[in-house]
């Protein structure tokens, strides 16, 4: 591999010296008031055919800029609802091509236009900061194509995916909620992520304080991604394929498409993945001198689809209708040996797992006759069934064969009223309710034998839980000349109702009806037109989900089980931002720095199986309150025509503490280790425009040695390299990538609970993709510019527009 690494960066280099010259077509669009025109669709088509080139939306202050236009004639093309088309002859000639303002016309009346496009993805991701969140365009690039979600994620800054758990984390906390446009999922964050191709997500949302406006839950804060949904006019049909070799083949296909008649867009796409994987590792107990080598072998098949229409039923009224439908088949074989005094005692946990997920959204949005002055209906469901059987075939402690049958379903309902009006002269009024209800059945079966107290009984659990939402908020926020102002309050109550059995005769049930208040505020201050300072303050609740609650173990392990706690206790989190934004002319500056208090902290703790000295349960608690802080900051800069570099790094700080049941103090309570836990992550993300085709892009990734509450985990860090060619004008391209070029990623961890030890585990990082794409759309005659739905289908509850 190291060898075909340095011919490729030997071609890169020779194709270098053919890069062209090319230059960039801006301008301003208003209306006859001089009002500024945001997100006017705006073509480029070649003048001597009219054939298309390529187009974008304007911002929201109506400017617009083409950056890499080749010298030529082109015919610029301005469409916006409510307005005559507008044309403009232009020659790109060796400079810069500045449109100025561009004024449109008002035209009540319908009229026929030619309009055509495919769906055109920008080559590389483009960030920017609003009030409440950052926001990530993805774009092409190359180090996520062909993959899933997940990966998307890890190239975002403070973002991390495990990769051996699937579990996400934002700024080193996993109480993160995860939202599909801007909608939850009755799936795990884990399983959701695997299932959402990198090529079907539009941008990511990273909501690290929300304001009132957003559900309370998740202290770390909300991440939303929204997916693709056509919107191009004319029919456009786009196909993605590809091919990734690690140890073993994979691949992916997807095809996207949308039909855009008058007042419908009819929008869907079709996901096909074959994922398989293998990882292997090693943990050594250094305490009872025992090894634990174990190698796991993944098949994971998932097929997925989207389809749904857009009415754009006046120029006040739009509805929209979809569906998600997810089905996914994963199946493995962990294979876990004992090494116990020079002894190998083989394990074999053999795990068959369906799982399948839908959901269905409706959105209605009302137009009043003022601009921002609109209400907003949607409703939404969604379910999830899961089952697998797990047959487990183990030596060690002793020789004994069991299957276990899981049974998961999980049900959300939601409904969203949202009011928003722009009072004239003054700021802007947000109010809203909601209705949220999340039903779950967590059912464990299990042939396995245990005795206790002289009786044999199989330890099966059954978990029921319902959990109601009833909550209503109100927001206000306005522009004083360079001060802004939000501040927002949101209150919720909550109903829990729960019940357990676990054999053989325990029982139990969790009652709980609780309302909190939770208030927001976000200040900016402008100390020039591009630079700007912000403060805010939320105030937020961490519920304990139903795989902290139920009783029903997760995973089991020859050393290791886990084990709910129906006993928890919400926690609560005060956090307060201070961030800095400076936009280059070429780029942006930006610095963030947080702090957080948590009460009622939610923690893990170990104690000894009585079973067995030598394995150990984990559960969780509530324990006091902790305190996290840390510093981000990101550049984004456009070096030269054909260079653009993107750097970020975050540094956190998390107190975390370790329960021991096996250390008493004085009192006879459990002892209570205090752990802080210091982290710096760095990515460096490089695009280069080798020729007006050929694309290069190099992602570096680094995050040092942290501590945990089991011990510390040590550095890691992984270089990707891709390169694309694009042809067919644009509308098709092939691309390679490269990943973990130099097999450096994995994780190794030295333990200190619940014994003194060292693991090391390996996944497939060191693997080589190949890609294909293709977009191609058609003419379609319809009347003028439809209303666009603002809402892009984000959910009233969370407001994410």
Not at 731 to 760: E, L
Not at 772 to 791: C, D, I, L, M, P
Request: with cysteine; aromatic share 12%; proline share 2%.
């Amino acid at each position: 591999m190291k060898k075909y690494t340095l011919s490729i960066l030997f071609a890169f280099c020779s194709v270098f010296s053919m890069a062209q010259e090319v230059q960039p077509v801006k301008g301003h669009v208003v209306n006859a008031k001089q009002e500024k025109l945001a997100f006017v669709s705006v073509t480029l088509n070649k003048a001597e055919d009219d054939s298309y080139v390529t187009d974008l939306t304007t911002d929201e202050d109506g400017n617009f800029n083409f950056e890499d236009i080749t010298d030529g004639k082109y015919k610029v093309v301005i469409t916006e609802f409510g307005y005559a088309q507008h044309e403009q002859l232009i020659e790109v000639v060796d400079g810069v091509v500045d449109l100025g303002t561009i004024q449109l016309t008002e035209n009540k009346s319908d009229q026929t236009v030619e309009l055509k496009g495919v769906f055109i993805r920008k080559e590389t991701s483009q960030y920017r900061n609003e009030i409440d969140k950052r926001v990530v365009e993805v774009g092409n690039d190359l180090i996520a194509a062909g993959t899933d979600a997940a990966s998307v994620l890890n190239n975002i800054p403070s973002v991390s995916v495990d990769q051996q758990t699937g579990a996400l984390s934002l700024r080193g906390n996993e109480n993160v909620k995860v939202f599909v446009d801007g909608k939850p999922s009755s799936q795990s964050a884990a399983d959701l992520l695997k299932q959402i191709p990198s090529n079907q997500i539009q941008r990511i949302e990273i909501i690290t304080n929300p304001s009132a406006k957003y559900e309370a839950d998740g202290k770390s804060g909300i991440i939303n991604i929204i997916l693709v949904k056509g919107q191009k006019k004319g029919y456009n049909i786009g196909l993605v394929t590809g091919y990734e070799q690690g140890k073993k083949a994979r691949f992916n296909s997807s095809l996207n498409s949308n039909v855009n008649v008058g007042n419908f867009n009819i929008f869907g796409n079709l996901n096909y993945a074959d994922r398989p994987a293998k990882q292997h590792g090693i943990g050594q107990n250094f305490d009872q001198d025992l090894d634990m080598l174990f190698d796991i072998y993944n098949k994971g098949r998932n097929l997925s689809y989207k389809v749904g229409v857009d009415w754009f039923i006046n120029d006040k009224n739009a509805l929209t209708v979809y569906t998600n439908q997810w089905r996914g088949k994963w199946d493995s074989v962990i294979n876990s040996d004992v090494v116990e005094t020079g002894l190998t005692k083989r394990n074999i946990n053999d795990i068959i797992s369906d799982n399948d997920g839908f959901d269905y959204s409706l959105n209605y949005k009302l137009d009043f006759d003022k601009k921002d002055h609109n209400i907003v209906l949607d409703a939404f469901y969604s379910e999830n069934l899961s089952d697998d059987s797990r047959d487990y075939t183990n030596t060690y402690p002793n020789p004994e064969f069991y299957n276990e049958l899981r049974d998961n379903q999980t049900k959300n309902t939601r409904i969203n009223l949202d009011y928003t009006n722009q009072i004239e002269g003054a700021g802007k009024i947000e109010a809203g309710v909601q209705f949220r209800n999340e039903k779950t059945e967590n059912v464990l079966n299990s042939t396995q034998i245990i005795t206790e107290d002289g009786l044999d009984f199989n330890p099966n659990v059954n978990f029921d839980f319902d959990r109601k939402f009833l909550s209503a908020y109100t927001n206000y926020k306005q522009k004083f000349d360079k001060f802004g102002a939000q501040v927002g309050l949101r209150v919720e109550n909550v109903k829990d109702d729960g019940n357990w059995l676990y054999a053989p005769a325990n029982k139990g049930t969790i009652k709980k009806d609780y309302t909190d208040f939770f208030p927001s505020v976000f200040l900016t201050y402008d100390l020039t037109e591009k630079t700007q300072v912000s403060f805010n303050y939320s105030r937020r609740i961490d519920r304990p989900g139903m795989y902290q609650l139920t009783p029903v173990p997760q995973f089991t392990t020859a050393l290791m089980t886990s084990k709910g706690n129906p006993d928890l206790n919400p926690e609560y989190t005060n956090s307060i931002e201070l961030g800095y934004l400076k936009q280059l002319d070429k780029g942006s500056l930006s610095a963030t720095v947080f702090y957080r208090h948590v009460t009622d902290n939610i923690i893990q703790g170990f104690t000894k199986d009585p079973e067995l000295d030598t394995r150990f349960i984990q559960y969780n608690m509530n324990y006091d309150k902790v305190n996290n802080y840390g510093i981000e900051a990101s550049w984004n800069y456009k070096v030269a025509k054909w260079m653009n570099v993107f750097l970020a790094g975050d540094f956190t700080s998390s107190e975390m503490q370790d329960v021991s049941t096996e250390i008493l103090d004085a009192n006879g309570n459990p002892t209570v280790n205090k752990i802080t836990a210091n982290v710096l992550s760095l990515r460096m993300n490089n695009n280069f425009n080798l020729s007006k085709n050929l694309t290069l892009q190099q992602f570096g990734f680094f995050r040092g040695k942290t501590k945990f509450l089991q011990g510390e985990m040590l550095e890691m860090w992984s270089m990707n390299l891709g390169l694309r060619y694009t042809f067919m004008e644009g509308k098709a391209s092939i691309s390679a990538r490269m990943n973990d070029i130099f097999k450096t990623m994995r994780a190794r961890v030295n333990m200190t609970q619940p014994y003194y030890g060292y693991a090391n585990f390996n996944w497939e990082a060191h693997t080589f993709y190949l890609g294909f794409t293709y977009n191609f759309g058609g003419k379609v005659k319809t009347r003028a510019e439809v209303q666009q739905n603002k809402t892009d289908q984000s959910g009233g509850g969370i407001g994410l527009q």
